[in-house]
């Protein structure tokens, strides 16, 4: 298993490192911190970099090393890193550069696998993707953006599960919901909401939304059979159906306590690029983090 | 779909969504190419014209890479019949790229020579502890520099020094947001102010210069300094004032900060002899330019000094390659080309008949009219495109608006400088934000101050300066 974090900032990104380590924990994962810096005009691009190299020789860090440094002492002070690493402080020396625009330093992780520190310049979304592929990675854990299309972006191009963090605390978030319907290939969901649900020490809500309109088959083998796997992870559950829309149903449940886990949508990447899909909406609406499972 | 898989699909729409712009000029471009050429026009012109409306938005947006855009800007000059193949690869590398090439080489080797040091010492002996005079010192020495030795090379030096003073001050940065501002400012803007003084203080100097001579106009760089270097000892004072009134420093005086600076000066190596002979050379370069660069022409000359550094062992050409963007002197090159072309095929004369016939009699009757409109294009277009490119590409149209042809170049270069307001616009503003001290949003603030006192003095200036030195 394979995540990454994104961080943007020392002032806004705690909560996304926060949950995200918390995650990481729990998949006992090879975990990488990753953050975007803004793009560069490729005009002065060579200049920049040759700006970097003078203020280097004056002791000066590059844009972004210091929220690297940040989580570093982030990771060190809740003990996630080796305690040999940590003494000396964040190992500036070991940024390793890439000659892609992408640096690195890596570290030995505790209670997960090893944890990666990593800068790249360029526009968030194809750097995400860039490094998801290069990484092949199984979760992208990220704070929610005020930029519009941000969520379309990520869902439709980012080849991995989601994780949204919205105003992560560790008391306010008592339950997991699982929005779960009849249909099949929910047991990868089911299996990445127990595992998030014994991380953080809390239950599962499984909850079922019956579309007026549409015919749903109910009571189908493969459901009861998620049911067991829940029942049998011992993690505590409770499972409701409801009659309504969708989107709304499960934002009205998740209120503002729940972390909700669902499926990315089946529908083909045409469809979904130009009507959208309930994943998204859901993930455009709702004030909790929220995990959308590929 | 179509038995596309969905990560097909997926990797489709993500290619589409990224190359967005670049779809939008396509489709653009097919689409003017489809109207019928103006009268007037010859349809040569008007090709011309429609690559270079493609290109723009391929410049500005760079949704593929520059060196991408070149390529377009020279295939599609070829296929579309504008200009000869021969044509396209003779006006593409004239004297002006051959004096960018030779002014990003040369910026790797002067800004590994430890220069900064000894220059932060002389700012702070000339200045003292205030922090207006300072400020002032940050701009007048960026301001003499760049307009010797280019915008860039000047900022990526300063900086550092800058930068220094600002963290030796304190080191919670939001509690002299007003001081980092002042500093910062002071340098990029500077660099901006001086790079008009000389012919080599900018690639788009030298670019004007070129167009100058296809229309068998000569200017030497001692006359070009005589014409705009006043402008610029103008300039440093009134903008020091500006940036000062505007972001407020914290500190009036900075005294400990200085003696922390000047600890830490103390404590870098020394100049060697070897450092010292790159500041000879580099004195034989700008004695190459006053005196032989209308023989030789300024690139030759730049090149010649790259050539001495290379030979004499003070950079390697593996140092060279990785620090000089190629692409960037591949699409000067390909720019300076189509600009030639708008000029060869009458699409030059076409525009700026345009303007003016939209512009009626406003032109005679109403004063400065014609300063206006040119500082204006220019400025507004180097705000957002890079002011090399934009003096390549309106050049040819801003040189055919008024019969005065050498005042209306140096009027185009002069005001090419003013992209005090985005931080991406000239690499001197794009190297201060890139410190992550200045805001986006504070380069607007400044800007609009700056650009709108710069236009007020820039159109006194040539209004009543250059009538006396004709």
């Not at chain 1, 929910?186 to 007026?212: E, Q, S």
């Not at chain 2, 800007?73 to 296929?79: E, H, P």
């Not at chain 2, 960018?100 to 040091?117: E, K, N, P, T, Y």
């Not at chain 2, 003073?165 to 910062?184: E, N, P």
Request: some cysteine; hydrophobic content about 45%; aromatic content about 10%.
């Amino acid at each position: 298993m394979k995540i990454l974090i994104a961080i943007g900032s020392k002032d806004f990104s705690k909560p996304t490192l926060k949950l995200g380590m918390k995650v990481a924990q729990a998949f006992n994962a090879k975990t990488t911190i990753i953050d975007v810096g803004e793009k560069i005009s490729e005009f002065s691009s060579q200049l920049v970099e040759l700006a970097q190299d003078q203020l280097e020789s004056w002791d000066f860090d590059a844009p972004g090393v210091d929220v690297l440094e940040w989580a570093f002492n982030y990771l060190s002070q809740n003990k996630l890193i080796d305690i040999k690493q940590t003494e000396t402080g964040f190992p500036k020396n070991k940024l390793i550069d890439d000659g892609e625009g992408r640096k690195m330093v890596y570290l030995s992780g505790t209670t997960c696998e090893d944890v990666n520190l990593i800068l790249r310049n360029g526009d968030i979304i194809a750097e995400l993707r860039e490094e998801v592929q290069f990484g092949e990675y199984d979760v992208t854990i990220l704070g929610k953006s005020r930029k519009r299309n941000m969520s379309h972006d990520l869902l439709q191009y980012i080849n991995s599960s989601i994780l949204i963090v919205n105003d992560y605390e560790d008391q306010k978030f008592d339950k997991i919901l699982l929005p779960l319907d009849y249909k099949d290939g929910m047991l990868k969901v089911a299996k990445y909401a127990i595992r998030v649900a014994m991380a953080l020490n809390v239950g599962i809500d499984i909850f079922t939304v019956f579309d007026k309109n549409k015919s749903q088959n109910k009571g189908s083998n493969y459901f009861s059979k998620i049911i067991k796997f829940i029942r049998r992870s011992g993690v505590q559950y409770s499972h409701e159906e409801k009659e309504g829309e969708i989107v709304e149903q499960i934002i009205k449940k998740a209120d503002k306590n729940k972390i909700i886990v669902m499926k990315a949508s089946d529908m083909s990447p045409i469809k979904r690029f130009f009507k959208g899909s309930i994943p998204l909406s859901v993930m455009n609406e709702c004030d909790v983090p929220i995990l959308i499972v590929k | 779909m179509l038995g596309f898989s969905n990560i097909s699909l997926s990797n489709f729409l993500f290619w589409a969504t990224q190359k967005k712009w670049f779809l939008f000029s396509i489709i653009l471009g097919v689409c003017l190419l489809n109207i019928p050429s103006p009268e007037g026009l010859p349809i040569e012109g008007k090709t011309a014209i429609i690559i270079l409306v493609v290109a723009l938005v391929l410049i500005i947006k760079e949704p593929i890479p520059l060196p991408a855009v070149a390529i377009f800007i020279i295939i599609s000059q070829i296929y579309s019949n504008v200009d000869s193949v021969d044509g396209i690869a003779k006006s593409f590398m004239s004297d002006a790229v051959f004096f960018i090439m030779g002014s990003l080489m040369l910026a790797v080797v002067i800004i590994r020579q430890g220069w900064d040091s000894r220059i932060a010492l002389g700012i702070l002996k000339i200045t003292g502890n205030k922090t207006s005079n300072i400020a002032l010192g940050f701009l007048s020495i960026s301001a003499l520099l760049s307009s010797f030795i280019g915008e860039h090379t000047v900022a990526a030096i300063m900086l550092p020094i800058g930068m220094s003073l600002i963290r030796f001050t304190s080191s919670d940065l939001s509690q002299i947001k007003g001081l980092s501002a002042t500093i910062l400012f002071s340098i990029a803007y500077g660099c901006l102010i001086g790079s008009i003084g000389t012919p080599s203080g900018g690639g788009r100097n030298v670019i004007m210069i070129n167009y100058l001579n296809q229309s068998d106009i000569s200017i030497s760089y001692f006359e070009w300094m005589v014409r705009t270097y006043p402008f610029i000892l103008f300039q440093i004072p009134i903008v020091n004032w500006v940036i000062i009134r505007t972001f407020k420093p914290e500190y009036k005086i900075l005294d400990s900060s200085i003696r922390k600076l000047v600890i830490k000066v103390a404590r870098s190596r020394s100049m060697t002899g070897r450092n010292t002979l790159t500041v000879l050379i580099f004195f034989l370069i700008v004695l190459g330019w006053v005196f032989l660069s209308e023989k030789f022409g300024l690139g030759t000359i730049a090149l010649s000094g790259v050539f001495i550094y290379l030979i004499g062992g003070f950079v390697k050409w593996s140092d060279l390659n990785r620090n000089t963007h190629w692409g960037v002197i591949i699409l000067f090159g390909s720019t300076i080309s189509l600009g030639t072309s708008i000029r060869l095929t009458g699409a030059a004369t076409w525009l700026s008949d345009k303007i003016l016939y939209g512009l009626g009699d406003v032109i005679s009757s109403v004063p400065f009219v014609s300063d206006l409109l040119v500082i204006f294009m220019t400025t507004g277009m180097s705000n957002v495109l890079s002011s090399s490119a934009t003096v390549a590409v309106l050049g040819p149209v801003t040189l055919n608006l008024v019969p005065e042809m050498l005042d209306v170049g140096l009027l185009t270069a002069m005001s090419s400088a003013f992209s005090y307001f985005t931080a991406v616009a000239a690499p001197a503003c794009t190297i201060v934000y890139s410190s992550g001290m200045v805001k986006a949003s504070d380069f607007l603030k400044i800007g609009l101050r700056v650009g709108f006192v710069s236009i007020i003095l820039l159109i006194f200036y040539v209004n009543v300066y250059w009538p006396l030195i004709n």
